[in-house]
């Protein structure tokens, strides 16, 4: 029993409510260490915790050919060499294809900054609301962005040789560790179970309810990114717009965010549109197609594919982005959602001692 002694009444009475119970402690001392590891340790252990997420999302694959009646070792070799498969068209086919984009992109951004300020002193002619000082201000704000853009690819450059040595460790690395992550699955789970105190209700009702709702919400985020990628790509291809495998991509990958993802990858893609036909009929139908790819996302993919997977609230999903975001950069933007699940599970799961 906790001393009540020198608190006053009322937080005594909530703290034995909810901190009373030693499922509460052992949960609470559970969460502290695994935060801790991923803050202080995130990054030295970052192969093994990208092979823990990579293993967990190819489990529902393994899982399913075991249920059709496949041996559990044949189940996953088919599964990961599925996954290398995928890994070496990445970096083979659409790495080189990204890589050749976004050079084309940077050599064309003079030209691009050039027509926008060209674009921009014109303003005050057109429109008489706008000063000629409103606009020089403006010329000189891009000028310092493109100046500040410079130096960062100087120094990304400086540092790839440095990357591509720690990409080719991640390429090498993570698979191997995804293989007996997949294969040793059973003797993994029971060493770990084994390190955990028996009195462990409350971990195990938040673990599961964390592996319905992730499971389900990762997977289905996946084959929502490659939908809307595939659908953008067709509509930039056919249209004939620059960069439209890299700005697919952006989009695609912008749903992982939601609501703030559509707003950012909107902006780029105005920017190119505009800066390659002006504003004419082909910029009117390009934004008329996204437009219509949003929507249908947002009104047909999503319901379809999640359902009542991840209930969350779209102002609960917005303060997870901000919060996460600004802990742990563009992880914790990434890891958003599924973070904000483990809040609410531990929320549902907090055990809680009935006070008189």
């Known amino acids: ?22 499922q509460a402690i052992i949960l609470v001392v559970l ?60 970096l083979l086919g659409l790495l080189p294809l990204l890589s050749k984009q976004v050079t084309q992109l940077i050599q064309e951004l003079p030209n691009m900054i050039t027509h926008g300020q060209n674009s921009l002193l014109q303003l005050p002619d057109k429109y008489s609301f706008i000063s ?3 606009v020089s201000d403006i010329v000189k704000g891009i000028r310092s962005a493109v100046g500040s853009l410079g130096q960062h ?23 191997v560790l995804v293989f007996f992550f997949l294969k040793d699955k059973d ?25 319905l709702q992730i499971g389900n919400y990762v997977r289905g985020k996946f ?9 953008t790509f067709v509509v930039f291809a056919v249209m004939e717009m620059q960069f439209a495998m890299l700005l697919s991509l952006l989009v695609g990958l912008s749903v992982i965010v939601p ?24 910029f009117a139908y390009l934004l008329f197609a996204y437009t219509v790819i949003q929507v249908i996302d947002g009104n047909v993919l999503v319901p379809l594919l999640f359902s009542e997977a991840v209930n969350l609230h779209p102002v609960a999903i917005i303060a997870a982005v901000l919060v996460f ?9 990434f890891f958003a959602i599924p973070l904000a699940t483990l809040v609410k599970a531990v929320i549902h799961a907090w055990p809680r001692t009935v006070t008189e």
């Open 31 to 90: 969460l502290l260490v695994g935060f801790t590891v991923v803050i202080y340790m995130g990054q030295m252990l970052a192969p093994l915790l990208i092979s823990v997420v990579v293993a967990y999302l190819l489990e529902g694959l393994v899982g399913l050919l075991t249920k059709l009646g496949a041996r559990r070792i044949y189940a996953v070799v088919t599964v990961f060499i599925m996954f290398l498969a995928l890994v070496l068209f990445m």
């Open 1 to 22: 029993m906790i001393s009540k002694q020198g608190m006053p009444p009322v937080i005594s009475r909530w703290f034995h409510k909810y901190f009373s119970d030693p």
């Open 259 to 282: 609501y703030i993802g559509a707003i950012a990858v909107t902006i780029p893609i105005i920017l190119v549109a505009y800066f390659q036909w002006g504003w004419g009929s082909d």
């Open 187 to 211: 003797q993994l789970v029971k060493w770990v179970t084994g390190l955990l105190p028996k009195d462990r209700q409350a971990a195990i009702e938040v673990w599961d309810e964390m592996s």
């Open 153 to 175: 690819v100087v120094s990304w450059s400086l540092a790839s040789i440095t990357g591509l040595i720690i990409l080719g460790v991640y390429v090498v690395l993570v698979p």
């Open 223 to 231: 084959v929502e990114v490659l939908i809307v990628w595939v659908a």
């Open 325 to 333: 975001g600004g802990l742990w950069g563009f992880w914790g933007v």
């Open 132 to 134: 000629e000082a409103q």
